[in-house]
């Protein structure tokens, strides 16, 4: 069965500064996405980044690369420079499949950015 | 409309009515999915529609929860005979065909059971 695993409820990071949050998924196939959104104190969900099981190489968006590591079932999104604006919680998500299955998400990690 | 369309945005009900909770996906989306997220809480999976295939219903925490998608577009997410525990924001989401498949969500149904 999928599973995804965020470990950190809470982070903290000095504004410019970068941070790591972790994520770890679990599941049998070989094909999957995995993804990473963000979700403001306002509610509304962000779309990030999408990372590919086939794809060889780290997916990069602006700050956001997403440190995939595919042995050891992480997903490492790393935010660079960070802003007051990045405060926010941050959600994994993995669909298993190309396409077509259901997307299920993690916890989530509350990022606090410090001015 | 371009996003995802949700009604009520709020909703508030006393114990034991039901309510319905209405998305309107993204025109051209095959992919529905509705999720549940209880305040400071991360998303939980509900039910998942993929166009004329039946629905992926695995998340319904019990029988009072039911959803269905019309004409392969809109979704009415039914509870009924609502419980305090019910009481969350309800989230939509839809996406396309590509092979990203990220989701768009609306902004969700914040329901309250009194």
């Known amino acids: 069965a999928q599973k995804i695993t965020q470990t950190q409820p809470g982070m903290f990071v000095q504004e410019k500064e970068a941070v790591t949050l972790d994520c770890t998924y679990d599941?049998?196939?070989?094909?999957?996405?995995l993804f990473w959104y963000k979700q403001p104190s306002s509610g509304e969900m962000i779309f990030l980044i999408y990372q590919g099981s086939y794809d060889e190489q780290n997916a990069t968006e602006g700050r956001y690369s997403l440190n995939f590591q595919k042995a050891r079932k992480s997903a490492n999104l790393v935010i660079s420079a960070s802003q007051l604006g990045d405060s926010a919680m941050y959600f994994c998500?993995?669909?298993?499949?190309?396409?077509?299955?259901?997307?299920?998400f993690g916890a989530g990690t509350r990022l606090f950015v410090k001015a | 409309g371009a996003g995802v369309s949700q009604s009520p945005s709020n909703k508030v009900t006393e114990k034991g009515k039901d309510v319905e909770l209405r998305c309107d996906p993204i025109?051209?989306?095959?992919?529905l999915y509705w999720y549940r997220q209880s305040l400071g809480q991360g998303l939980e999976f509900l039910i998942y529609f993929q166009g004329n295939s039946a629905p992926d219903k695995s998340g319904l925490p019990s029988d009072r929860f039911s959803a269905e998608r019309t004409g392969g577009s809109v979704s009415t997410l039914t509870i009924q005979r609502t419980q305090q525990e019910d009481s969350a924001v309800y989230l939509c989401?839809?996406?396309?065909?590509?092979?990203?498949?990220?989701?768009?969500f609306g902004e969700g149904s914040r329901l309250t059971v009194l």
């Open positions: 025109s051209g989306h095959t992919a």
């Open positions: 998500a993995m669909r298993e499949g190309l396409g077509g299955f259901k997307t299920i």
């Open positions: 989401a839809s996406s396309g065909t590509g092979v990203t498949g990220e989701l768009f």
């Open positions: 599941t049998s196939d070989q094909s999957y996405g």
